[in-house]
């Protein structure tokens, strides 16, 4: 069954405006969409206190929910003060540990390099640190990852040098599709084997031509058979904007022939 999402973050100017919490996006996936899967930004949770977190589990529980993707900002793996990299370290531990509570499929955890290039410090620190990771989420049945958000995780070449590295598959990247600093013409080509979770953006991808459905052709096509996600950046009738980019989204993936 083909499996569709909206991340969070679509929504974070109702969250910043107080209008949306963690439980309201919960109840919109559900009740206003129809959707079976959750792709949740860690910016809106309250706090990590275990009371709240086994309350959110509850809830997905109650509302037989599944959470594609947790998405987490501030437990980069890199930092040029080793302090803050063992704060950022305990921090993603954390995350991990609750990835397991909520059964999660993935989880986003950044490189934290923000320069196109990695020294072979970084490099070799990060494919520690993701061998860690992932040898937990391999246990615990999840895959987890960097997003192609960062500076050194736009550029494709990065990204598959870490993988090999790694060389496990629990590792994988949240794939916001088109979005490259380098390689721009097949950076989703060289990332698809390895993606985990995808993320469809307007900002990126052009949904009013054929573009949409042949970025879901090329990831099917790699074999990807995870949740189509939609991210929307506007900030504005977040509502109303994203039910249009859901459905246009809905309307490609059957166009393109996925899930048939």
């Not at 919109?28 to 309250?46: F, P, T, V």
């Not at 609750?98 to 494919?127: M, N, P, Y």
């Not at 809905?250 to 166009?255: D, G, K, P």
Request: charged content about 25%.
């Amino acid at each position: 069954m083909t499996a569709y999402s909206v991340g969070s973050w679509s929504y974070h100017a109702l969250f910043e405006a107080g209008k949306m919490n963690v439980f309201g996006y919960l109840e919109s996936i559900k009740y206003r969409y129809r959707l079976q899967h959750a792709d949740i930004w860690n910016g809106m949770l309250a706090s990590l206190d275990e009371t709240y977190i086994d309350s959110i589990q509850a809830t997905l529980q109650e509302e037989e929910l599944i959470v594609a993707n947790l998405a987490v900002d501030g437990a980069d793996i890199w930092h040029d003060d080793p302090e803050v990299r063992e704060h950022n370290a305990h921090k993603a531990r954390t995350y991990l540990d609750i990835a397991r509570k909520w059964g999660v499929q993935s989880l986003r955890i950044d490189l934290g390099i923000h320069d196109k290039t990695l020294t072979e410090e970084q490099f070799a620190f990060c494919v520690k640190r993701y061998k860690e990771y992932t040898k937990f989420a391999e246990e615990h049945g999840f895959r987890v990852g960097p997003q192609t958000h960062q500076l050194a995780a736009q550029v494709p070449a990065n990204l598959k040098q870490l993988a090999e590295a790694v060389d496990s598959p629990a590792f994988g990247i949240v794939l916001n599709v088109n979005r490259w600093e380098a390689d721009q013409a097949i950076g989703d080509e060289i990332a698809a084997p390895f993606t985990m979770h995808a993320q469809l953006d307007r900002a990126f991808v052009d949904f009013t031509g054929p573009e949409l459905v042949q970025k879901i052709q090329l990831l099917q096509r790699a074999g990807y058979q995870g949740c189509w996600s939609l991210e929307f950046r506007g900030g504005k009738d977040e509502y109303i904007e994203t039910a249009h980019d859901l459905l246009t989204i809905q309307r490609a993936v059957r166009e393109s022939g996925v899930g048939r």
